[in-house]
């Protein structure tokens, strides 16, 4: 069935930077929408960036600049680049995909992946 597999998560201090991937078996993940979520302790699930199939990129400003979300179609893959990591970005991140006009709510999305944390403190 269709299904996301995350990876790329872990402890980085202040400053660092990380790469999540998220694998998608079952279906073709190129041409829809995707994003990576986050859920940290005491906070609402947050939509951090996402693309329309292909298309350019949309980010929560506060990653801009930042984060980056990008996808290899042949690996069916898609990727969250982190940099400049502080500590408000540790959370549980989620990435997903569905279909919908407003990509940073949760209730466009059937599949996620499993989640994975990413910490960063001194």
């Known amino acids: 069935q269709e299904h996301l597999v995350e990876s790329g998560g872990g402890s980085v201090q202040p400053g660092g930077s990380l790469r999540l991937s998220c694998a998608a078996s079952?279906?073709?993940?190129?041409?829809?929408?995707k994003a990576w979520f986050r859920q940290a302790p005491g906070k609402e699930r947050e939509g951090v960036a996402a693309?329309?199939?292909?298309?350019?990129?949309y980010y929560v400003d506060s990653v801009k600049g930042r984060f980056t979300i990008s996808q290899d179609a042949a690996k069916n893959t898609m990727y969250l680049q982190m940099n400049g990591l502080k500590p408000e970005d540790t959370a549980v991140y989620y990435c997903?995909?569905?279909?919908?006009?407003?990509?940073?709510?949760?209730?466009?999305?059937?599949?996620w992946g499993q989640g994975t944390q990413v910490t960063v403190s001194a």
């Open positions: 079952g279906y073709d993940i190129e041409h829809i929408l």
């Open positions: 997903a995909t569905g279909s919908g006009a407003s990509w940073q709510n949760a209730d466009m999305y059937n599949n």
């Open positions: 693309m329309y199939g292909v298309g350019s990129p």
